[in-house]
């Protein structure tokens, strides 16, 4: 059938291989894979809670019993003011940002590497691989916010049109995570050093992020947490979710945009020049 | 259609290899920072080597082509596939591609075990270049093709390797590029399976008019489906042109027509056993075999034909045909033995020589020669040689 109409790849200009030279197709193999990264999002979703008893439910008891452990510790037992917010919400609110990072993040650095196989014997855009691990983490986290919308209507937080605000946030998290995960993506398949230094770098960002205390109690830290871009992502959803009873911190907004735009661009300069010889290395 | 649809230029692609210590740890890249920082010794370059897996290769692919690329293990083949498919890039030269292109490195690349026969079929049609609506529209066809109806639910875990890899080939098979390049894929399954993936690429070169590069080390799988063929040695094309004489060219760069013998020289034995390798080019078997005796005999040479399997094809003997031939008596000497035309299909053979003088038996070398030969007569369609035989006759039919 299609064979006998003029496919349309050959109306099109041709397609040069030369060294260095594949730039000019990228974006638009990109485009063209776009199907490509649902499949394998869809694959790693289905794949991941098939053979556990309790499916899907893993999604919220990992984050429910991690709430319960930051409120115990940074609540009750560093006594760390919560304002007029239960502080189970106040973690959950931080918990959200915090998943989608650290899921996209941890995923992307295993995913060239548990994808050996596709990559020495298939073409296409290798970023497709990496945002694969993003949109993972991020329906992971849309089944935890489910849940915590809910939790605040129930503790008597109406929403406010802040909420409305809150994809914008949510993007900005995943651009973060992306960023960080082309990074590690690209140093794990050179170097598997960094297989062991990502749970690592995750540990200690736990703690550098605001996801059990509030910044907005701890003045004099501000302006050093604001370097890190997600505290601003952190702030963001609380104040989106938590109908504004926390303050957002506009100018660290500032600094963590910048930021972002830094780690995002280094990182895709640095994928993009070690991505033609993933398969040679991997 | 004479524009080439596939034009390859200067092509080389350089690996480098790194001996023992200077691996891609980042330890060893930190000590070697420091090494050549404070030490400035020559040791870590002299533990890299510059490999060329290709090198200066040049061809061009006609729209609707179906090329054989042959060649020995590490002669390249793998890796101008994966320069072509993009995998990986070349380190020199360029290529330029006119259509859209579909690589089967590997069957069933992307499937999951733990995802059912439906769900792999569209996460590996994507993974090939398929779009959701392609795979939708061919998704009964394939289904048909692979002949796992029954199990589309189930995990493909738990099926047979053989289901697998029909499922797989199904999908490939229903790719519909311009260039569609075959790695060796057909090494898998049972003997029919291959046939019905050689019927189907033949389907898609000649029915569908697309253009197929084919890797293959099984030569007559190459003689069926392929019209031209490249032949790949050491990184270097050396050859290129019709697939017959491609075939030829690389069963002569490899084979052993000859072979030397080694017997005490007490009693009359065979020294040489050789295949004229011209002679089997232009489709004549000519047998020399080589003797050597303490003390004159008149040579009887017996030579028996069989198939790659061990099935005897046709043996002749001077014993057997008495009188018509009866050389002199001689020490040592080479009698020479005709076959013309050989009436064979392509395929591997075998020699087994026996030497006597009229009464006595004296020597015996089973099977000790393989050589390939290549028929004159191109079928392609033909059945293998273990379904109608070996012999080649001229069948009338009216």
């Known amino acids: 059938m299609s064979h006998l109409t003029p496919p349309l790849a050959r109306l099109q200009q041709p397609l040069i291989i030369e060294a260095g030279r594949t730039e000019r197709h990228y974006w638009h193999d990109l485009w063209r894979y776009r199907e490509l990264l649902g499949f394998l999002a869809w694959r790693d979703i289905k794949v991941r809670y098939k053979q556990a008893a309790l499916g899907a439910a893993w999604a919220i008891v990992q984050p429910a019993v991690q709430t319960l452990l930051l409120t115990f510790v940074f609540g009750k037992l560093a006594k760390m003011p919560g304002g007029d917010v239960p502080y189970p919400l106040l973690v959950l609110a931080g918990l959200l940002p915090w998943q989608l990072f650290a899921g996209a993040f941890s995923g992307a650095g295993s995913s060239l590497v548990s994808n050996a196989h596709l990559i020495s014997k298939v073409y296409f855009p290798r970023l497709i691989v990496p945002l694969s691990a993003v949109v993972v983490a991020l329906i992971d986290m849309l089944i935890l916010l489910a849940i915590a919308l809910p939790a605040c209507a129930f503790s008597g937080i109406t929403p406010t049109w802040r909420l409305l605000l809150l994809p914008l946030f949510t993007l900005g998290t995943m651009l973060v995570a992306l960023g960080a995960g082309l990074w590690i993506t690209a140093l794990t398949v050179k170097y598997r050093d960094f297989r062991f230094i990502a749970p690592f770098i995750l540990q200690i960002g736990m703690f550098v992020t605001p996801v059990g205390y509030r910044t907005d109690f701890l003045p004099n830290w501000r302006d050093w947490l604001a370097l890190n871009p997600l505290t601003s992502m952190v702030e963001g959803f609380r104040w989106c979710l938590l109908g504004g009873r926390t303050e957002f911190y506009a100018q660290g907004l500032c600094v963590s945009l910048a930021i972002t735009t830094l780690l995002l661009l280094g990182g895709l300069w640095y994928f993009r020049t070690t991505e033609r010889r993933f398969a040679d290395v991997i | ?398």
């Open chain 2, 1 to 398: 259609m004479s524009d080439a649809i596939i034009k390859v230029e200067g092509l080389g692609k350089r690996y480098t290899l790194h001996h023992q210590a200077r691996s891609g740890l980042l330890r060893d890249r930190i000590a070697g920072l420091f090494h050549n920082t404070f030490q400035r010794t020559k040791t870590a370059a002299a533990t890299e080597e510059e490999f060329w897996a290709l090198r200066d290769v040049n061809f061009t692919v006609n729209p609707g082509d179906v090329v054989g690329i042959i060649g020995r293990n590490g002669a390249g083949k793998s890796t101008l596939l994966k320069i072509l498919s993009r995998i990986t890039e070349p380190t020199t030269g360029r290529i330029t591609i006119n259509g859209r292109v579909a690589s089967l490195l590997e069957v069933g690349t992307g499937f999951h075990g733990e995802l059912s026969g439906r769900e792999n079929i569209f996460l590996n049609g994507a993974i090939l270049g398929m779009t959701r609506a392609e795979i939708k529209k061919k998704f009964d066809e394939i289904v048909a093709f692979s002949e796992v109806e029954k199990f589309l639910d189930t995990p493909v875990k738990h099926y047979s390797s053989g289901m697998y890899v029909r499922l797989a080939f199904a999908v490939a098979a229903h790719l519909e590029p311009e260039i569609l390049i075959v790695d060796e894929v057909l090494a898998v399954g049972d003997q029919e399976f291959q046939k019905k993936c050689l019927g189907k690429m033949h389907e898609v070169a000649s029915g569908q008019g697309r253009t197929v590069l084919f890797v293959s080390h099984n030569t007559s799988a190459l003689l069926n489906v392929c019209d031209t063929g490249i032949l790949l040695e050491q990184g270097r094309l050396s050859a290129q042109g019709d697939i017959k004489t491609i075939v030829n060219s690389y069963l002569e760069t490899g084979l052993q027509r000859t072979q030397v013998f080694s017997a005490s020289a007490d009693r009359p034995h065979i020294t040489t056993l050789e295949v004229d390798a011209d002679a089997l080019a232009a489709g004549d078997l000519i047998v020399n075999v080589g003797f050597r005796s303490p003390c004159p005999i008149v040579p009887v040479v017996g030579i028996v034909l069989s198939t790659d399997k061990g099935q005897p094809i046709s043996g002749c003997n001077g014993r057997m045909i008495g009188s018509a031939w009866r050389p002199p008596a001689a020490t040592e000497g080479v009698v020479k033995a005709r076959l013309s035309p050989l009436l064979l299909h392509s395929g591997v053979y075998f020699i087994s020589i026996w030497l006597s003088d009229p009464a006595t038996d004296y020597d015996e070398r089973r099977n000790a020669l393989q050589f390939t030969f290549v028929s004159k007569n191109f079928y392609p369609q033909c059945p293998s040689i273990d379904e109608i035989g070996a012999a080649d006759f001229a069948w009338k039919w009216e």
